[in-house]
């Protein structure tokens, strides 16, 4: 684990925030008077179940809450009420000195907007870039992203995009000004495992050059453990346990922050009392109930299109060959695009 961030002012103060929704069954509290801090270069992990108020207090210090959302207390970032903030102030600071990377980049990026119209905007408006400037910018920063094809995808909408893509495409806007916050909820939600890697570094790169505070909304405790200097642990809109990420990690207090953790498999303690065992071996002399030799995918793309174009095969399965016994789970895994659910799909003729 990594030693705790030293002490500095805050840039974010969150004092007795309370959030509650009008409905037709009544008022729903999701977050009931909560306080937690923020400092420059630090990384706070805010953790718990779907519908324990994480999302809501970080929507709620943006100024983006839904309509029938009230927010009351305190949200101050670095001498600024956002809570009654005007709208010109709120738009002044939001996507330049204070961002957001949201859960779901499909409902959260402009269908109608190509991906380089939007990042183009935000630099019009914070930077006053435009043009060719504007541009060289924005594929800077999806190149960093690990974006393919960076330059093309500007042209491209969001519909056209994958999922990851998507996702990246989104941590590029809110890193875009280089931002002295950084609201993350579940920003590496839809990628892969090894872009997920990279796009927690670049987060963590941003943290320690620039001094970016990032208050990090997961239900990944992997991810707590390799991004975050403290923990804020919520249950039902209370934050029911705070602190360092050792302190969280290896002698939590609270029951539910236990119980969290032990749901978690641990690495570093793999003999814990409630630890899965494995099976016996699977028997040998059993036969496959799904075998799979040599299974080849190949889809005919034309190259260069028009008349004379020609036709070259993407082989989405080359070769695949597996089998699979009563009793028996096989894991498939890879990058997208490596032939996972082509492999799935070919098994059913689909």
Same mark, same amino acid.
């Given at each position: !684990?990594?030693?705790?961030?030293?002490?500095?002012?805050?840039?974010?103060?969150?004092?007795?925030?309370?959030?509650?929704?009008?409905?037709?069954?009544?008022?729903?509290?999701?977050?009931?008077?909560?306080?937690?801090?923020?400092?420059?270069?630090?990384?706070?992990?805010?953790?718990?179940?779907?519908?324990?108020?994480?999302?809501?207090?970080?929507?709620?210090?943006?100024?983006?809450?839904?309509?029938?959302?009230?927010?009351?207390?305190?949200?101050?970032?670095?001498?600024?009420?956002?809570?009654?903030?005007?709208?010109?102030?709120?738009?002044?600071?939001?996507?330049?000195?204070?961002? !957001?990377?949201?859960?779901?980049?499909?409902?959260?990026? $402009?269908?109608?907007? $190509?991906?380089?119209?939007? !990042?183009?905007?935000?630099?019009?408006?914070?930077?006053?870039?435009?043009?060719? +400037?504007?541009?060289?910018?924005?594929?800077?920063?999806?190149?960093?992203?690990?974006?393919?094809?960076?330059?093309?995808?500007?042209?491209?909408?969001?519909?056209?995009?994958?999922?990851?893509?998507?996702?990246?495409?989104?941590?590029?806007?809110?890193?875009?000004?280089?931002?002295?916050?950084?609201?993350?909820?579940?920003? $590496?939600?839809?990628?892969?495992?090894?872009?997920?890697?990279?796009?927690? +570094?670049?987060?963590?790169?941003?943290?320690?050059?620039?001094?970016?505070?990032?208050?990090?909304?997961?239900?990944? !405790?992997?991810?707590?453990?390799?991004?975050?200097?403290?923990?804020?642990?919520?249950?039902?809109?209370?934050?029911?346990?705070?602190?360092?990420?050792?302190?969280?990690?290896?002698?939590?207090?609270?029951?539910?922050?236990?119980?969290?953790?032990?749901?978690?498999?641990?690495?570093?303690?793999?003999?814990?009392?409630?630890?899965?065992?494995?099976?016996?071996?699977?028997?040998?002399?059993?036969?496959?109930?799904?075998?799979?030799?040599?299974?080849?995918?190949?889809?005919?793309?034309?190259?260069?299109?028009?008349?004379?174009?020609?036709?070259?095969?993407?082989?989405?399965? +080359?070769?695949?060959?597996?089998?699979?016994?009563?009793?028996?789970?096989?894991?498939?895994?890879?990058?997208?695009?490596?032939?996972?659910?082509?492999?799935?799909?070919?098994?059913?003729?689909?």
């Amino acid at each position: !684990m990594k030693a705790s961030h030293p002490v500095t002012s805050p840039i974010l103060t969150v004092r007795d925030l309370k959030v509650a929704f009008e409905t037709p069954d009544g008022i729903v509290n999701a977050v009931k008077g909560i306080n937690l801090e923020v400092s420059a270069g630090e990384c706070l992990g805010i953790v718990g179940e779907s519908g324990s108020g994480k999302s809501q207090t970080v929507l709620a210090a943006m100024g983006l809450l839904a309509d029938n959302g009230t927010a009351t207390g305190s949200v101050m970032f670095n001498g600024t009420e956002m809570l009654t903030a005007d709208a010109k102030t709120l738009r002044d600071i939001r996507g330049d000195r204070m961002s !957001m990377i949201f859960q779901n980049p499909l409902t959260s990026l $402009t269908p109608h907007m $190509t991906v380089g119209a939007q !990042m183009r905007e935000v630099l019009r408006l914070h930077k006053g870039l435009k043009g060719e +400037d504007a541009n060289k910018v924005c594929v800077d920063c999806l190149e960093h992203d690990r974006l393919p094809e960076a330059r093309r995808r500007l042209d491209q909408f969001p519909h056209e995009l994958s999922g990851g893509m998507r996702q990246r495409g989104m941590v590029a806007i809110a890193m875009l000004c280089g931002p002295q916050l950084l609201l993350a909820d579940e920003p $590496t939600t839809a990628l892969d495992v090894t872009v997920q890697a990279q796009v927690l +570094d670049l987060m963590d790169d941003l943290k320690r050059e620039t001094e970016t505070g990032i208050a990090l909304i997961t239900h990944d !405790m992997g991810v707590v453990a390799r991004m975050c200097d403290r923990v804020v642990v919520m249950r039902y809109g209370e934050i029911v346990e705070t602190g360092g990420i050792d302190d969280i990690f290896y002698t939590p207090q609270h029951d539910y922050s236990k119980m969290l953790l032990d749901a978690v498999p641990r690495i570093d303690q793999p003999n814990r009392p409630g630890r899965p065992t494995l099976g016996p071996a699977p028997d040998a002399s059993v036969e496959p109930i799904l075998r799979a030799e040599a299974l080849k995918v190949h889809f005919p793309i034309n190259i260069g299109g028009g008349l004379f174009g020609k036709t070259k095969p993407l082989k989405a399965g +080359d070769g695949v060959s597996f089998e699979l016994k009563p009793g028996d789970t096989l894991g498939v895994v890879g990058e997208s695009g490596c032939g996972k659910s082509t492999l799935a799909r070919a098994v059913l003729k689909l």
